[in-house]
């Protein structure tokens, strides 16, 4: 795994959510846009939707490779790191972090199913931290009991949930209404990753305004490639935006080749590099 503390040309693990805790929003209440007449049927023809376990699991080492330099997802649900982009602790297989209130609800969950567990006791600090980059009340001793949880499959299993629910089912259902392909889908969930789906202007909420701006979906009649080209545009504007997400080869090289190859439904062989580093699902 790189860190960008250490290896600042290789920017893996940039925080990609606005802080909205502290407006007392949640990244998972807003609505989403939603086509009157969409149907939320399967998406280009021949396709199966990124929910397909396979296509889930492809979905998670494609993140993985941008995120943490390895394709390796299962392997960090014990990554903890504050790599200083004012959102405190960054952890587990999606950057849970302190300050934007995404750590918080993972562990009242986890608490929720197992009281008692190594992290409930730090449950008051993570309410008092949340919409700031402060670690009071978490150190010293909370990396190493986020390490040591992650070691429970229970707490494994509340990443996997909490991920789900925030992050890869609204992606998933919104393309799903917008009747794109698996590639599509999983160009909504690279981007709710990392930008969230707040109300600011570079959420995937609002990349998505400014791809419907330039190209219509199939559900709005429109043409599957040029949508996700318009798509893909608005994304590297709003990565730009931030200097932590300025290196854009995770759309570049990697969603933009597929999508250039006409693999639509996300096949595999996939060939992509992300940081310059090449990968391969055979």
């Given at each position: 795994m790189r860190h960008p503390s250490s290896d600042p040309a290789h920017p893996a693990r940039i925080a990609r959510r606005t802080v909205l805790v502290a407006a007392g929003a949640s990244l998972a209440a807003a609505p989403f846009l939603r086509p009157s007449h969409a149907s939320a049927t399967p998406a280009a023809a021949g396709c199966v939707d990124l929910d397909d376990p396979a296509k889930k699991e492809i979905a998670m080492k494609l993140v993985s490779s941008a995120e943490n330099s390895s394709l390796d997802w299962k392997a960090q649900y014990k990554y903890i790191e504050d790599i200083g982009d004012g959102r405190g602790y960054t952890a587990g297989i999606i950057g849970f972090c302190s300050g934007t209130g995404d750590m918080l609800d993972l562990v009242q969950l986890y608490t929720d199913r197992k009281p008692g567990n190594v992290l409930a006791k730090y449950l008051p600090a993570l309410r008092a931290v949340n919409g700031s980059d402060s670690h009071e009340g978490l150190d010293p001793n909370f990396p190493r009991d986020w390490r040591k949880a992650a070691q429970d499959t229970a707490f494994q299993q509340a990443q996997n949930d909490e991920r789900d629910r925030v992050y890869f089912n609204p992606a998933v259902q919104q393309g799903k209404a917008d009747r794109i392909g698996t590639l599509g889908q999983?160009?909504?969930?690279?981007?709710?990753?990392?930008?969230?789906?707040?109300?600011?202007?570079?959420?995937?909420?609002?990349?998505?305004?400014?791809?419907?701006?330039?190209?219509?979906?199939?559900?709005?009649?429109?043409?599957?490639?040029?949508?996700?080209?318009?798509?893909?545009?608005?994304?590297?504007?709003?990565?730009?935006?931030?200097?932590?997400?300025?290196?854009?080869?995770?759309?570049?090289t990697e969603q933009r080749v597929f999508l250039r190859n006409g693999n639509l439904c996300l096949d595999t062989p996939l060939n992509w590099k992300v940081y310059g580093d090449s990968y391969h699902i055979g």
């Open positions: 999983f160009a909504y969930y690279d981007a709710i990753v990392m930008h969230g789906n707040g109300d600011d202007p570079t959420s995937f909420r609002n990349i998505r305004k400014r791809a419907l701006n330039k190209a219509k979906p199939p559900a709005q009649g429109g043409d599957e490639v040029a949508y996700l080209n318009a798509f893909l545009d608005a994304r590297v504007w709003a990565m730009k935006q931030e200097e932590a997400h300025s290196d854009t080869s995770r759309v570049d």
